[in-house]
């Protein structure tokens, strides 16, 4: 399974929210501390804690919300991806140099319930579909993974699509803050 390439948009408007939206407005997250502990993630995950914490895995999420939503909308951004434009929600990510989230499961707690293990889930995952869209072009140390494939080298605003029912992570060791649109709902086509 790889990194399915969906195409080029230019998305700079959501750069430009990104790089002017004032660091209250952002969420600070850690998977291995929010996430992986649940009774709910399978095993492997749930060591992740030992190697992994706010001090190597936080990272920062920030809603796209409004016009920009709207606008995203407008253009055709979950239509030229095949994602249902009523059931879907923009998240924009700042990973800054160090961070790594590892290899881990995404259960789209907010689609299919919060809380169900990945062998209750599994009957519905292909239901969404996640986009990965990098903001900015690559830089040496950024990448995004699965067992499968590791992309690196890419041009901003082209969109890829994360695997469902597979491990992937991503890492910025570079010595730059990475700015990644994530878009997140259900499918229209299978």
Not at 14 to 35: D, G, N
Not at 43 to 61: A, G, I, M
């Amino acid at each position: 399974m790889t990194f399915r390439y969906f195409g080029y948009k230019d998305y700079s408007d959501i750069l430009h929210l990104a790089k002017t939206t004032p660091k209250t407005f952002w969420q600070k997250r850690c998977s291995a501390v929010e996430e992986w502990l649940k009774p709910s993630r399978t095993e492997y995950e749930q060591k992740l804690h030992e190697h992994y914490n706010s001090s190597n895995s936080t990272y920062f999420t920030l809603n796209v919300e409004n016009d920009y939503f709207i606008s995203l909308k407008y253009r055709g951004a979950f239509d030229s991806v095949e994602i249902d434009n009523k059931n879907c929600n923009a998240i924009i990510i700042k990973s800054l140099p160090g961070n790594i989230e590892a290899a881990h499961y995404d259960l789209y707690g907010s689609y299919l319930g919060r809380d169900k293990t990945l062998e209750e889930l599994k009957p519905d995952l292909d239901r969404v579909r996640r986009i990965w869209i990098p903001l900015q072009p690559w830089a040496l140390g950024q990448m995004l993974f699965c067992p499968e494939e590791t992309l690196t080298k890419w041009t901003e605003f082209s969109m890829y699509e994360i695997p469902n029912n597979t491990l992937h992570g991503f890492v910025n060791a570079s010595n730059k803050t990475r700015y990644t649109l994530v878009l997140t709902g259900f499918r229209t086509c299978h």
